[in-house]
């Protein structure tokens, strides 16, 4: 294994400090009340040089039961765990407790140390071998190896550092590809520098410059200066123990708990799914809607555990349920976690985080919720993407399905093209980025567009179609303007409808008026050509005709669409071929003159100043005439 994070785990007192003091020359014991009372409270940290040339991490924690909290928020981060047993004193309640944090978290690798051996005879030392190794039995230490050593005389101890180095060559590394995700088990300041994190790398690469995110806090910093094992450097990898000087950040603003991670790789909730395990050795049932303590990470939130099965769980059971949170923390799909009871503090249970974003809260003892859950968990790749693109209500990327399924970006790539193959997803691509979606979501936007298109056109006879914007804010409000845009191409390539740029349509619709309403457009057309360049107001040639006002203003639109009528300036319209001769009749007078002036234009249209200046205007923004003084000479497009 490339890096190796190694933890302490044991009974009060039991040598663990001391222990570490001993492989590494680092007293870990930081605190002045620790140095006063002889126990660890807080967590405490140091860098082994294993015999092999690797350099690994020591996270060491404390043993006495009131500071459970800040073990559980070390433990995490264990690669391989040192389980200590004092030898003088044997398994101890908190022995028992740490073995069950270790056997819910699933740290697989470990040695079991049996300390102060130099405090008793070898006959008793074989009688608290037996005992440990019982003790072991049926867990996730079953196997580990057991070693005697001496903190104050060394004996032993360079057997345990080569135990430790053979150990690590078998651990899996952990994955350095992804977004980097550190939980902050520490935050101080430095003078000069400003705020510092620490923790453990436990996914991704973190470099100098990158932007991060803190959550659930949602704060965006910079990585400014990254250590590793008090050293310099300037990427750090997964497996990692890490100190983050973050810029611009202020002490309050990060706490233990908090989490360091990619801009928008993470989101924080208040409810997570999960499957949880009741320990063997909980006190009692654990009824529905418990309050326990919640501890994912190296941080602790209080909650509420929703059995979606049953009303009680027996110890020794599973289940699968969704915890209610009182403040928001971010999870990651295979994350393990640990519950204890409210009061008192006891460790009961843990497990594995199923939908770190559920939806919505779940409906109890629904077949269907719970058959989805044991997907979510157990699933193929091709399962959780389509159960992902299934439940979604949107077009989603590759990250956005990672986040919401826990699979790596090549397991989304090759499960979403499977899923293509077969029907069941569409792949839509656009803006240098490809976007996935459910063939069940699709085809019912497509058959909810249709039925809406046939509506929109049977009321809007005279109109291209449903303004484009309209429709996504009415009815498709999860998609941005851009995506919108990209599956209503889709569908218009799958020959479902047609795209304007302003407008959707069925792809055989054409906006048209009735036989009826042709004869009123002529009936306009005819009065209009008449008036000429004395053009009637629109309201008034409406109500001559007899149309309603919602009518009136349809047909306009409509004429103006159809390039019938062109709007000259507010509530004054011309007719396409008298503005044409007017067109006509202005070049060729310029032509001829070279100028031309508003009463001019007045007695060559036979027309009013209120119409004839409105129509220079619109020649200007044309750019057929230009003004000059009182004057208008040839504009571009004339000249052209």
């Not at 629904?366 to 058959?371: Q, W």
């Amino acid at each position: 294994m490339k890096h190796l994070i190694i933890g302490t785990a044991g009974h009060v007192d039991h040598g663990k400090t001391a222990l570490v003091r001993a492989l590494t020359g680092i007293d870990t014991d930081r605190l002045k009340e620790e140095k006063e009372r002889g126990i660890s409270i807080e967590l405490g940290f140091a860098s082994l040089q294993l015999p092999g040339g690797r350099r690994a991490g020591i996270v060491d924690v404390p043993g006495h039961e009131r500071f459970i909290k800040n073990m559980l928020a070390g433990a995490g981060g264990f690669d391989l765990v040192l389980l200590v047993i004092a030898a003088d004193e044997g398994v101890m309640p908190q022995t028992r407790e740490h073995l069950d944090i270790l056997q819910l978290l699933q740290v697989q690798k470990g040695i079991v140390v049996l300390t102060k051996t130099d405090l008793v005879e070898d006959d008793w030392l074989e009688l608290v071998e037996e005992e440990a190794r019982d003790f072991l039995k049926g867990t996730v230490l079953e196997d580990a190896p057991v070693l005697k050593v001496s903190a104050v005389t060394g004996q032993g101890i360079r057997d345990l550092l080569e135990k430790i180095d053979q150990l690590a060559g078998q651990t899996v590394s952990r994955v350095s590809s992804g977004s980097p995700r550190l939980p902050v088990d520490r935050v101080f300041t430095i003078t000069g520098f400003g705020t510092v994190v620490t923790g453990t790398l436990v996914a991704g690469v973190l470099r100098v410059g990158d932007s991060v995110e803190i959550q659930p806090q949602g704060l965006v910093s910079r990585v400014r200066s990254l250590q590793v094992h008090g050293e310099k450097v300037e990427v750090a990898e997964a497996g990692q123990r890490v100190a983050v000087n973050l810029a611009g950040l202020e002490l309050e603003q990060v706490e233990r708990g908090s989490v360091v991670a990619g801009v928008k790789t993470l989101t924080p909730a208040n409810r997570v799914d999960i499957h949880l395990l009741l320990l063997d050795s909980a006190a009692r049932p654990l009824k529905n809607r418990t309050r326990v303590r919640f501890y994912l990470g190296t941080s602790e939130t209080l909650g509420r555990v929703v059995l979606l099965d049953r009303e009680e769980m027996e110890p020794g059971t599973l289940a699968y349920a969704q915890v209610e949170l009182e403040e928001q923390l971010v999870a990651a799909k295979g994350d393990r976690f640990v519950i204890r009871s409210y009061s008192p503090m006891e460790t009961i249970g843990g497990g594995t985080v199923i939908d770190p974003l559920p939806r919505r809260k779940h409906k109890r003892f629904r077949s269907e919720v719970l058959s989805a859950l044991a997907t979510r968990e157990r699933g193929t790749p091709a399962e959780l993407v389509d159960q992902f693109l299934t439940a979604g209500s949107g077009l989603h990327i590759p990250g956005e399905i990672a986040t919401g399924t826990g699979l790596k970006d090549e397991e989304i790539v090759e499960a979403a093209s499977e899923l293509v193959k077969e029907g069941r997803a569409k792949m839509i691509s656009g803006d240098g980025k490809t976007y996935y979606v459910s063939s069940v979501i699709y085809q019912r936007w497509s058959a909810a567009l249709a039925q809406l298109l046939e509506t929109y056109h049977r009321d809007f006879p005279l109109r291209e179609g449903y303004p484009r914007e309209d429709l996504r804010s009415r009815k498709f409000q999860v998609l941005n303007s851009r995506v919108f845009q990209m599956l209503l191409l889709e569908m218009e390539k799958d020959g479902l409808l047609r795209v304007t740029p302003q407008a959707v349509a069925l792809q055989g619709f054409a906006a048209g008026p009735s036989p009826q309403q042709e004869k009123l457009i002529s009936r306009i057309k005819h009065e209009l050509e008449e008036f000429a360049f004395l053009p009637p107001s629109w309201n008034g040639l409406s109500r001559s005709a007899g149309l309603d006002e919602v009518f009136a203003a349809e047909l306009l639109q409509y004429m103006l669409r159809t390039g019938d009528l062109v709007k000259i300036a507010e509530e004054l319209y011309f007719l396409k071929d008298v503005l044409a001769s007017a067109r006509q009749k202005v070049s060729q007078s310029l032509r001829d003159k070279g100028e031309i002036t508003v009463a001019e234009v007045r007695d060559l249209l036979q027309t009013s100043r209120k119409f004839a200046l409105p129509l220079l205007e619109y020649f200007d923004r044309e750019k057929l005439t230009r003004r000059v003084g009182d004057k208008r000479l040839p504009g571009r497009a004339l000249e052209n």
